[in-house]
């Protein structure tokens, strides 16, 4: 069964940044493509970003493009989601989930889900 656990959410001030963190377990990490959704209050879970097993193929959502970077370090189990350029809007929770084989966008494609953090940007 694979376990995903993230960190480093928080509190930062608009244009600042902050690194998110999520640990995979249970699995050979390396044969899943990860993702990080976010949810804010009263909205929908929306993919923010996505990486491929190998961190050979990216996705970003639009509002987000050039201001975060998803990698992943296969060594050690763990997809990074580095925030920079942080605006209020960025404000939710953020999950990591985990799908085996193809990267993907959709949330309903994916099988693992970490419990989130919450990522809060004040103006």
Known sequence: ???LVESGGGLAQAGGSLRVSCAFSG???SAYAMGWFRQAPG?????????????G????????KGRFTISRD?????????????KPE???????????GALRLLKNEYEYWGQGTQVTVSS
């Open 43 to 55: 909205k929908e879970r929306d993919v923010v970003a996505a990486i491929s097993w190998n961190g």
């Open 90 to 100: 960025d404000t939710a929770v953020y999950y990591c989930a985990a799908v085996r």
């Open 74 to 86: 296969n060594a050690k189990n763990t997809v990074y989601l580095q925030m920079n350029s942080l």
């Open 1 to 3: 069964q694979v376990q």
């Open 57 to 64: 193929n990216t996705y970003y959502t639009d509002s987000v």
């Open 27 to 29: 699995r050979t990490f």
